[in-house]
């Protein structure tokens, strides 16, 4: 299964949809639709180290959001923006406007 597949296995997404404006080329595989809107499936920087399987610390992130600053690193997207914070009781918090739908 590949890394994308095991890291939304139980998570409701849509990859039938599009995003509006041209990706990336190293974002775009990694683009989904899910319960945030428009959402690229990346971890951040604090999730990287002590992992054995990345699956396990990647979940949608708004595009806006990933494209305020991204890097790639162990085959994976990783979301840089200081603007996002992951609170461990409430999860991903990022600007309200980094949310499209």
């Known amino acids: 299964m590949d890394l994308f597949k095991k890291a939304t296995a139980l998570l409701s997404i ?3 949809r599009t995003y509006p404006r041209e990706l990336p080329d190293q974002i ?3 683009y989904c639709f899910a319960d945030r809107g428009h959402s690229v499936v990346a971890t951040l ?3 990287l180290d002590g992992t054995d399987d990345l699956s396990q ?4 992130i708004p595009v806006r959001s990933v494209l305020r600053g991204w890097e790639e690193k ?3 997207i990783v979301a840089t923006s200081d603007l996002l914070n992951y609170d461990n009781l409430f999860g991903l918090e990022c600007p309200d406007e980094d949310e499209e739908f």
């Open 45 to 47: 920087p604090q999730f």
């Open 14 to 16: 849509d990859r039938t």
């Open 57 to 60: 610390v990647l979940f949608p």
């Open 74 to 76: 162990q085959g994976v």
């Open 28 to 30: 775009r595989p990694w």
